[in-house]
């Protein structure tokens, strides 16, 4: 302990019952975890790998990372809450489509961008209503979204893909760069992640997603609205899944009714390397960001050291493995 | 960035290229990836696999991890034709040559195309189906994963055959994942409704190899499968007499023929806008 | 049989919670262990239960050095214990929960019918009869949930019998029974070790009492030869002013008034009125409605008639954010499922209710948000030192002071206490009706059930006895007697 | 009842405030749901086609059900715990690749099979410790083992399926019929149903099972060994998951690297149809027979109506949907 904590500490007297480690402080390395874990990786790049640390790749890893990242912008407050959230994959897709079809019907980008977000909207709400009114274990419930929206995708768009949309706005939102630099997509990641940072920190509704996640009984029953609560978030998690979507589509410049399969496992590990706990209740958005980050660097650097197709997968679950049990503060 | 490579890389004196696969969870690809590396051996030239895991996105990271790894020329087998046209500008805005395998690249001008077309093998599955079952009876299709290009364009080929035919009736199309054992319920399901079956065309011999699976088990004789890869276990049973024919794309040569291209572009010797790898059917 | 602790040391990483504590007891005695929220006790108890293993210390059973690796072990030695926390499993039956880790079995089949009769008849011996053996252990009341542990531990045909608080959620009546058990295990030899924070019940039943005083041994005394006092002080260390502090305020203007409530199935015909500054007490028996009242009022529960007025305006109340909106606080009788989010702050949790209050436009203001949290816990006395800890790292009584906390951001118009003071010590109990005087005196109607009738005697104006449902009786605190009201719950009168 | 506990129980009167419907009866009835629902569908679907109610298409619907309800009876166990097992299929293809390499060694059927379930038990007993000592979410835990097992299975069959195993005990486990009429499956299917229903109905480890599930540190404090009981649980997941892989190695001549992928999603589907809680400690074995059995009968009714590939998600999504919502008695 530092001379200065322990003059804190001296001074404090601690009446029974109250634990002595500044807990604050304790959290707050237990929280640094994944942190650690992710420039550790990064520094073993560099070394294995001269092309790791040169600004192109950094920037490319941060863009191939943008789209998990929205969605798992999302996916934090829906295991904030204790939930789960499958259908991203599927939403996603079905945004994709919408917004496709429009701009292929010769409507201007911003409509299509609207619609498709609003459309990631209402599918997100369908979700909360089931799960929060209708009592449904959101994990089953998202499950049979997740099949249902994924057919409606396919039926939106007779199972092919919609490519070609000569919109330079459209195209910029994926593929364009801010101040020639930093790839579109990386900024308006980095925008939702200040937005939603802001949210769970500073908000009323940020603070009753932790009381609702952490208790829902007590929350209730200090006036908070946890069904409403929980609404909000699904929905919030399903214009996310459809922002990501808005990249996707600019970015392959074509929506493809199959994308987006497995996008939520993705998230989910992202979420939970980032060390938010599934129980609910217990995490935050930062860890979220580092948690995409350690995914993207480590399908990057794999790909860089020219590791085999078969191996990534044993090496990318070991990795996985090996964090969470580092790192199981709570299970 | 032509030229060679002056950053001291242990690999400097052999030139790097890159192959973007769109699944390696298919044989077939797995196939046309130990094509290329084999004749990448043979030739000297390092080659780096990425596995894009069927997800367009998954595709252009990998792309752009190769870019990075500055490659000369980059073989790109897409997951959706329309999908990589981006990804495929971005590697020749950074000087790397492009040639797409197997399926094509649309939006984007490549250097060469090394492959043969599914459509026109779905059409060669027909044509011979039909000659098979004499153009009259009623045909199953097995269909793959719904939306994937590849359950596309086959069954495009093949439809567009087997619908302008009077005395041929599909009784049923349905969809069976490019899986074995989806391939067997399905067909299970579908002689449950209707036994009078001449021919199955399934898009792909996984599936084609489950429902003869399921045609075996309830007796029938004389259903002509058709299947379509000629995979290894595919071309077994067509030996055994069991599978009529397969549509072989000769992933192997596909893979073994994009490294050709890449060496001669490497050179700076001019290549065939086209290759066609030549589509073969299986019989016994 | 003989049980003594030696020098028991444990520390939960760099918190000592225990230091060199002596602790015996032998066969045919009730030993209470007392000490305020936090002392040590149930971390003494769980050591000697085999939860924990000390870091120094050892235990000495019969003159031989015993280790308790496990509960299992503790039992072979023939030591058993209620847990503090209730410890069902709710999805289980009664009788699967009675015979948990220790099913019969033949042939390695569960003997079912066994298991029913010898649940029903365990649960006979502790006054349970009316619990159905193969309901699932979730659907029963507190109350009803320790009758099933008492019977669960004397099942196991205990020598050291450990009773961590487990008349908190008792009333009356089902202490008596169990104090009768007691006496007849007494008899039996059976060492009995008691922890409680009521202290007429230690001096009604126990021999001998030991006190714990943070983590530390104060002193063991013969109950026959010490008093009130000397117990309050070896615990608290110094005297305790006032156990029942007064309220100077006279009530004023009717404030709240309830007409004919009733619900579904469990109460009727409720009428009563609080004045502003005027504390109603609830008494009644175990599964009498008591908690179902304050429910209803605070709209968790649908009701199917009556009226509730306050100040006057009649209020329809469909769920809790109305009843808030509305001015009603509610302190819940179980703060762990339902008064608290464990994992949150002090801070968290203190401006729950309130936390608009404290924000514009959604955005909290976090100088304003804390300047309140600092101000409620000098007013309250929660004993933190920082108000960024856990809650659930606090003690008992300090949790229950943070729930208080939540609903005094906003003084509520009216405040509804259900087992206001359960589990908290004598200090902090003092502490707490000094918190409810000083809303009463700020013109809060407050309306509070309690299973201590000593409480509610001591710190109502009326109290209103509930029976089977109904209410038996409104009576002047001033003028009544613990024995009118045990009999007007019981249905006499 | 005995006299004796007639005797006992006589003498109980009910207290008012104690609900005087007999709470076991109306689970009973809750529990029931699922199947009418069942029932209903069947009986929807014999009208709608005639091939429907045949013994032939019966039988089909019950073979094709076994693999996954095989799979579904060890995820019962593991969600009883209010856990999860993702890695299942990928589990059933490390087996199934494990046991096609013995076959084409030439070491005989019955030691493929026995070190194919032992290798499923292993992974699940992996899977076990990391989750219950290991203290790791099951989510995050299989998720990883997940990914990691697919990475083994492609590894060591070099991602190419192996076919072609000339053994007639071995084709027998999965096409082989009893009695002429019913497939080997679908008794294997059976007989395990009944142990599973035997141990979860009859013995101290099935209690034990549900105590755990209902509240682990309760579990513990009454002695049982929770640890011990999660790892055996998720070792026997695993041997189900490779069961399951005997089965289908079995019935298609063939062992597949990709083989079992997407399966966690249908054993899930199936033990939450059933009425089994997500939340543990809740839930019944015969509920995911007939969850099982939902799912079946669903895919090949909509294959018997030729319904296309596109709208057969939306329906699937859509009654899963609607099951869950009509029998949503827990959270
Ligand atoms: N598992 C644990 N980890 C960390 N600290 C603990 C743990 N269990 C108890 N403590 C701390 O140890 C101290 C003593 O707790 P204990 O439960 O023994 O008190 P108690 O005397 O039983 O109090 P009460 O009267 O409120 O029941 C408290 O400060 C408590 O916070
Ligand atoms: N969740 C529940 N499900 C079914 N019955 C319940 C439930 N909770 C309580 N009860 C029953 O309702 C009755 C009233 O319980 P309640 O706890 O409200 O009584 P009370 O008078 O407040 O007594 P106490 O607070 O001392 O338990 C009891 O008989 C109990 O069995
Ligand atoms: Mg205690
Ligand atoms: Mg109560």
Same mark, same amino acid.
């Given at each position: 302990?530092?001379?200065?904590?322990?003059?804190?500490?001296?001074?404090?007297?601690?009446?029974?019952?109250?634990?002595?480690?500044?807990?604050?402080?304790?959290?707050?390395?237990?929280?640094?975890?994944?942190?650690?874990?992710?420039?550790?990786?990064?520094?073993?790049?560099?070394?294995?790998?001269?092309?790791?640390?040169?600004?192109?790749?950094?920037?490319?890893?941060?863009?191939?990372?943008?789209?998990?990242?929205?969605?798992?912008?999302?996916?934090?407050?829906?295991?904030?809450?204790?939930?789960?959230?499958?259908?991203?994959?599927?939403?996603?897709?079905?945004?994709?489509?919408?917004?496709?079809?429009?701009?292929?019907?010769?409507?201007?980008?911003?409509?299509?961008?609207?619609?498709?977000?609003?459309?990631?909207?209402?599918?997100?709400?369908?979700?909360?209503?089931?799960?929060?009114?209708?009592?449904?274990?959101?994990?089953?419930?998202?499950?049979?979204?997740?099949?249902?929206?994924?057919?409606?995708?396919?039926?939106?768009?007779?199972?092919?893909?919609?490519?070609?949309?000569?919109?330079?706005?459209?195209?910029?939102?994926?593929?364009?760069?801010?101040?020639?630099?930093?790839?579109?997509?990386?900024?308006?990641?980095?925008?939702?992640?200040?937005?939603?940072?802001?949210?769970?920190?500073?908000?009323?509704?940020?603070?009753?997603?932790?009381?609702?996640?952490?208790?829902?009984?007590?929350?209730?029953?200090?006036?908070?609205?946890?069904?409403?609560?929980?609404?909000?978030?699904?929905?919030?998690?399903?214009?996310?899944?459809?922002?990501?979507?808005?990249?996707?589509?600019?970015?392959?410049?074509?929506?493809?009714?199959?994308?987006?399969?497995?996008?939520?496992?993705?998230?989910?590990?992202?979420?939970?390397?980032?060390?938010?706990?599934?129980?609910?209740?217990?995490?935050?958005?930062?860890?979220?960001?580092?948690?995409?980050?350690?995914?993207?660097?480590?399908?990057?650097?794999?790909?860089?050291?020219?590791?085999?197709?078969?191996?990534?997968?044993?090496?990318?679950?070991?990795?996985?493995?090996?964090?969470?049990?580092?790192?199981?503060?709570?299970? | 960035?032509?030229?060679?490579?002056?950053?001291?890389?242990?690999?400097?004196?052999?030139?790097?290229?890159?192959?973007?696969?769109?699944?390696?969870?298919?044989?077939?690809?797995?196939?046309?990836?130990?094509?290329?590396?084999?004749?990448?051996?043979?030739?000297?030239?390092?080659?780096?696999?990425?596995?894009?895991?069927?997800?367009?996105?998954?595709?252009?990271?990998?792309?752009?991890?190769?870019?990075?790894?500055?490659?000369?020329?980059?073989?790109?087998?897409?997951?959706?034709?329309?999908?990589?046209?981006?990804?495929?500008?971005?590697?020749?805005?950074?000087?790397?040559?492009?040639?797409?395998?197997?399926?094509?690249?649309?939006?984007?001008?490549?250097?060469?195309?090394?492959?043969?077309?599914?459509?026109?093998?779905?059409?060669?599955?027909?044509?011979?189906?039909?000659?098979?079952?004499?153009?009259?009876?009623?045909?199953?299709?097995?269909?793959?994963?719904?939306?994937?290009?590849?359950?596309?364009?086959?069954?495009?080929?093949?439809?567009?055959?087997?619908?302008?035919?009077?005395?041929?009736?599909?009784?049923?199309?349905?969809?069976?994942?490019?899986?074995?054992?989806?391939?067997?319920?399905?067909?299970?399901?579908?002689?449950?409704?209707?036994?009078?079956?001449?021919?199955?065309?399934?898009?792909?011999?996984?599936?084609?190899?489950?429902?003869?699976?399921?045609?075996?088990?309830?007796?029938?004789?004389?259903?002509?499968?058709?299947?379509?890869?000629?995979?290894?276990?595919?071309?077994?049973?067509?030996?055994?007499?069991?599978?009529?024919?397969?549509?072989?794309?000769?992933?192997?040569?596909?893979?073994?023929?994009?490294?050709?291209?890449?060496?001669?572009?490497?050179?700076?010797?001019?290549?065939?806008?086209?290759?066609?790898?030549?589509?073969?059917?299986?019989?016994? | 049989?003989?049980?003594?602790?030696?020098?028991?040391?444990?520390?939960?990483?760099?918190?000592?919670?225990?230091?060199?504590?002596?602790?015996?007891?032998?066969?045919?005695?009730?030993?209470?262990?007392?000490?305020?929220?936090?002392?040590?006790?149930?971390?003494?108890?769980?050591?000697?239960?085999?939860?924990?293993?000390?870091?120094?210390?050892?235990?000495?059973?019969?003159?031989?050095?015993?280790?308790?690796?496990?509960?299992?072990?503790?039992?072979?030695?023939?030591?058993?214990?209620?847990?503090?926390?209730?410890?069902?499993?709710?999805?289980?039956?009664?009788?699967?929960?009675?015979?948990?880790?220790?099913?019969?079995?033949?042939?390695?089949?569960?003997?079912?019918?066994?298991?029913?009769?010898?649940?029903?008849?365990?649960?006979?011996?502790?006054?349970?009869?009316?619990?159905?053996?193969?309901?699932?252990?979730?659907?029963?009341?507190?109350?009803?949930?320790?009758?099933?542990?008492?019977?669960?531990?004397?099942?196991?045909?205990?020598?050291?019998?450990?009773?961590?608080?487990?008349?908190?959620?008792?009333?009356?009546?089902?202490?008596?029974?169990?104090?009768?058990?007691?006496?007849?295990?007494?008899?039996?030899?059976?060492?009995?070790?008691?922890?409680?924070?009521?202290?007429?019940?230690?001096?009604?039943?126990?021999?001998?009492?030991?006190?714990?005083?943070?983590?530390?041994?104060?002193?063991?005394?013969?109950?026959?030869?010490?008093?009130?006092?000397?117990?309050?002080?070896?615990?608290?260390?110094?005297?305790?002013?006032?156990?029942?502090? =007064?309220?100077? *305020?006279?009530?004023? /203007?009717?404030?709240?008034? #309830?007409?004919? !409530?009733?619900? %579904?199935?469990? $109460?009727?015909?409720?009428?009563?009125?609080?004045?502003?500054?005027?504390?109603?007490?609830?008494?009644?028996?175990?599964?009498?409605?008591?908690?179902?009242?304050?429910?209803?009022?605070?709209?968790?529960?649908?009701?199917?008639?009556?009226?509730?007025?306050?100040?006057?305006?009649?209020?329809?109340?469909?769920?809790?954010?109305?009843?808030?909106?509305?001015?009603?606080?509610?302190?819940?009788?179980?703060?762990?499922?339902?008064?608290?989010?464990?994992?949150?702050?002090?801070?968290?949790?203190?401006?729950?209710?309130?936390?608009?209050?404290?924000?514009? =436009?959604?955005? *909290?203001?976090?100088? /304003?948000?804390?300047?309140? #949290?600092?101000? !409620?816990?000098? %007013?309250?006395? $929660?004993?933190?030192?920082?108000?960024?800890?856990?809650?659930?790292?606090?003690?008992?009584?300090?949790?229950?002071?943070?729930?208080?906390?939540?609903?005094?951001?906003?003084?509520?118009?009216?405040?509804?206490?259900?087992?206001?003071?359960?589990?908290?010590?004598?200090?902090?109990?003092?502490?707490?009706?000094?918190?409810?005087?000083?809303?009463?005196?700020?013109?809060?109607?407050?309306?509070?059930?309690?299973?201590?009738?000593?409480?509610?005697?001591?710190?109502?104006?009326?109290?209103?006895?509930?029976?089977?449902?109904?209410?038996?009786?409104?009576?002047?605190?001033?003028?009544?007697?613990?024995?009118?009201?045990?009999?007007?719950?019981?249905?006499?009168?």
């Amino acid at each position: 302990m530092s001379p200065l904590e322990n003059a804190v500490l001296e001074k404090v007297h601690l009446p029974s019952g109250v634990t002595r480690l500044n807990p604050q402080r304790k959290a707050l390395l237990q929280k640094l975890g994944p942190l650690v874990g992710l420039v550790a990786i990064c520094i073993g790049l560099a070394f294995m790998s001269p092309d790791f640390l040169t600004i192109g790749n950094v920037m490319d890893v941060a863009r191939q990372v943008s789209i998990n990242a929205m969605i798992a912008f999302g996916m934090t407050l829906v295991i904030l809450l204790g939930g789960i959230d499958l259908s991203v994959g599927s939403i996603l897709a079905v945004s994709s489509v919408l917004m496709a079809m429009l701009l292929h019907a010769g409507h201007s980008s911003v409509l299509a961008v609207a619609v498709g977000i609003l459309a990631g909207a209402f599918m997100g709400w369908v979700n909360g209503i089931v799960i929060a009114p209708g009592k449904v274990a959101p994990f089953i419930a998202t499950l049979a979204t997740m099949t249902l929206l994924r057919g409606v995708a396919l039926v939106l768009s007779q199972g092919s893909p919609i490519s070609d949309f000569s919109s330079d706005f459209f195209s910029m939102l994926g593929g364009g760069y801010f101040l020639t630099l930093i790839p579109v997509p990386v900024v308006s990641m980095l925008v939702v992640f200040a937005l939603f940072w802001f949210v769970l920190k500073k908000t009323v509704f940020g603070r009753h997603v932790y009381a609702t996640g952490g208790n829902a009984e007590a929350a209730r029953l200090s006036g908070v609205k946890t069904d409403r609560v929980q609404i909000l978030v699904y929905t919030l998690s399903g214009i996310m899944a459809a922002i990501a979507g808005v990249i996707l589509t600019s970015r392959l410049n074509s929506a493809q009714p199959t994308a987006g399969a497995g996008y939520e496992l993705d998230a989910i590990a992202a979420v939970v390397l980032g060390g938010t706990s599934l129980a609910g209740g217990r995490g935050w958005i930062f860890g979220t960001l580092v948690g995409a980050l350690l995914i993207g660097v480590l399908n990057n650097g794999l790909n860089l050291l020219g590791v085999s197709a078969f191996y990534q997968q044993v090496i990318k679950g070991a990795v996985i493995l090996l964090a969470v049990l580092l790192d199981r503060s709570d299970k | 960035r032509q030229g060679p490579d002056t950053r001291g890389d242990s690999t400097s004196a052999q030139p790097t290229i890159g192959l973007s696969i769109s699944t390696l969870n298919n044989p077939f690809f797995v196939s046309l990836r130990d094509g290329a590396e084999a004749e990448a051996k043979a030739k000297g030239i390092k080659l780096i696999t990425v596995d894009a895991q069927d997800d367009p996105a998954k595709q252009i990271a990998g792309v752009e991890d190769l870019i990075q790894k500055r490659i000369k020329v980059l073989l790109i087998n897409p997951t959706d034709s329309d999908a990589v046209a981006n990804v495929v500008k971005e590697a020749e805005a950074a000087g790397i040559n492009v040639i797409s395998l197997d399926r094509r690249v649309n939006g984007a001008e490549v250097s060469a195309h090394v492959g043969s077309d599914n459509a026109t093998g779905g059409k060669m599955a027909a044509e011979f189906l039909l000659e098979k079952i004499a153009d009259k009876g009623n045909v199953v299709e097995l269909e793959g994963t719904p939306g994937s290009s590849a359950a596309r364009e086959r069954g495009k080929g093949f439809d567009s055959v087997i619908d302008g035919q009077p005395d041929v009736k599909v009784i049923a199309r349905q969809p069976a994942d490019f899986d074995r054992v989806k391939g067997l319920s399905v067909m299970e399901n579908i002689l449950q409704r209707n036994k009078n079956v001449q021919g199955v065309f399934a898009q792909n011999d996984e599936m084609a190899l489950g429902a003869i699976r399921a045609i075996e088990e309830d007796g029938l004789k004389n259903v002509v499968v058709v299947g379509f890869d000629a995979t290894a276990d595919g071309v077994a049973a067509v030996k055994a007499g069991k599978l009529a024919g397969t549509v072989q794309q000769k992933p192997e040569l596909i893979g073994k023929m994009g490294v050709d291209a890449a060496q001669l572009l490497i050179d700076g010797k001019p290549v065939d806008k086209e290759i066609p790898v030549p589509l073969a059917l299986i019989t016994q | 049989m003989q049980v003594a602790m030696k020098g028991i040391s444990k520390a939960f990483g760099p918190v000592k919670v225990l230091e060199g504590v002596d602790f015996s007891i032998v066969g045919g005695e009730i030993h209470a262990l007392m000490g305020e929220n936090g002392a040590g006790k149930s971390t003494l108890m769980k050591i000697l239960s085999g939860v924990y293993t000390p870091d120094a210390g050892s235990i000495v059973v019969d003159g031989k050095p015993t280790a308790m690796r496990s509960t299992t072990d503790a039992e072979s030695h023939g030591i058993a214990i209620i847990h503090q926390e209730l410890n069902l499993i709710p999805q289980l039956s009664v009788m699967e929960n009675l015979f948990l880790g220790r099913e019969p079995q033949r042939f390695g089949v569960l003997d079912s019918k066994r298991m029913r009769v010898e649940a029903a008849i365990w649960l006979n011996k502790v006054g349970g009869s009316q619990i159905d053996t193969a309901r699932e252990a979730g659907t029963l009341s507190i109350g009803q949930q320790q009758l099933v542990e008492i019977a669960r531990s004397l099942s196991l045909n205990a020598q050291v019998l450990i009773m961590d608080e487990p008349t908190a959620a008792l009333t009356d009546k089902e202490i008596d029974t169990l104090f009768q058990i007691m006496a007849d295990l007494r008899s039996h030899g059976i060492a009995i070790v008691y922890v409680s924070h009521r202290m007429e019940e230690m001096f009604r039943i126990c021999d001998k009492v030991s006190v714990l005083r943070d983590g530390h041994f104060v002193g063991e005394r013969m109950v026959r030869e010490t008093n009130f006092d000397e117990i309050v002080k070896l615990m608290i260390g110094r005297e305790l002013q006032q156990r029942f502090p =007064a309220r100077e *305020v006279e009530p004023g /203007a009717v404030r709240f008034k #309830v007409e004919d !409530l009733a619900d %579904e199935n469990k $109460i009727s015909h409720i009428h009563f009125e609080v004045r502003a500054g005027e504390l109603l007490g609830v008494a009644g028996l175990m599964g009498s409605g008591r908690s179902e009242i304050l429910r209803t009022l605070f709209g968790l529960r649908k009701k199917t008639s009556g009226q509730v007025r306050l100040d006057g305006a009649t209020l329809d109340l469909r769920n809790p954010t109305d009843a808030i909106a509305a001015g009603i606080g509610f302190v819940t009788e179980d703060r762990k499922s339902q008064g608290l989010v464990l994992g949150m702050s002090v801070r968290e949790n203190a401006t729950l209710v309130h936390l608009s209050e404290y924000a514009r =436009a959604g955005i *909290v203001n976090s100088q /304003a948000e804390n300047e309140a #949290v600092h101000q !409620l816990i000098s %007013e309250l006395h $929660i004993h933190t030192r920082d108000s960024e800890l856990e809650v659930k790292s606090l003690s008992g009584g300090n949790q229950q002071k943070v729930v208080f906390a939540k609903w005094l951001a906003k003084p509520p118009k009216v405040l509804l206490l259900d087992e206001p003071t359960r589990g908290v010590d004598v200090g902090g109990k003092a502490e707490i009706y000094q918190i409810m005087n000083r809303l009463a005196a700020s013109g809060t109607a407050i309306v509070m059930v309690s299973s201590e009738l000593p409480e509610v005697l001591a710190m109502s104006d009326r109290i209103l006895v509930m029976n089977e449902g109904r209410q038996a009786a409104i009576f002047s605190a001033k003028t009544t007697t613990q024995q009118q009201i045990m009999t007007a719950a019981s249905g006499g009168l």
